[in-house]
C-alpha cells in the first residue's frame, strides 16, 4: 500500500520560513518524479514545484522561483520543500504527489499517487 505523509506545515508570518517532508512508503522512490502542489481556501489546487527520478531537473511554479526550493533524499524516501520568505498568498494546503518515472510535468493528471496534505498559514 502506497502512502505520502506530509508534514511540517504551520502558522508563520510573512516572511518567515518553513520547510515540509513528505514521505513515502509502499513505493520504490528513487523510480519517481515528486512534486509539490498546493490548494488555498476556494481556489483550484495549483502546481508549486517537482523534482525528477533522478533529481537532476527541479521545475517551480513562476510564483515560488527564487523562494523554494525541492529536494529529495532516496535514501529516506523523501522529498523536501524548502520555503523562504513566505507571504500570505502562499497560505493553502501542500500536497505531495508521485508519478512513476516522469518528467516533473505541472499537471496533476499524471501523478499516481497523492498525500492528505499539510496546511501552511501565512499571516501577514
Known amino acids: 500500500q502506497v502512502q505520502l505523509v506530509e508534514s511540517g506545515g504551520g502558522l508563520v508570518q510573512a516572511g518567515d520560513s518553513l520547510r515540509l517532508s513528505c514521505a513515502a512508503s509502499?513505493?520504490?522512490?528513487?523510480?519517481?518524479?515528486m512534486a509539490w502542489f498546493r490548494q488555498a481556501p476556494g481556489k483550484e489546487r495549483e502546481f508549486v514545484a517537482s523534482i525528477t527520478w533522478s533529481g537532476g531537473s527541479t521545475y517551480y511554479a513562476d510564483s515560488v522561483k527564487g523562494r523554494f526550493t525541492i529536494s529529495r533524499d532516496n535514501a529516506k524516501n523523501t522529498v523536501y520543500l524548502q520555503m523562504n520568505s513566505l507571504k500570505p498568498e502562499d497560505t493553502g494546503v501542500y500536497s505531495c504527489a508521485a508519478e512513476p518515472w516522469g518528467t516533473g510535468a505541472n499537471q496533476e493528471k499524471v501523478y499516481e499517487y497523492w498525500g492528505q496534505g499539510t496546511q501552511v498559514t501565512v499571516s501577514s
Open positions: 509502499g513505493l520504490t522512490f528513487r523510480r519517481y518524479s
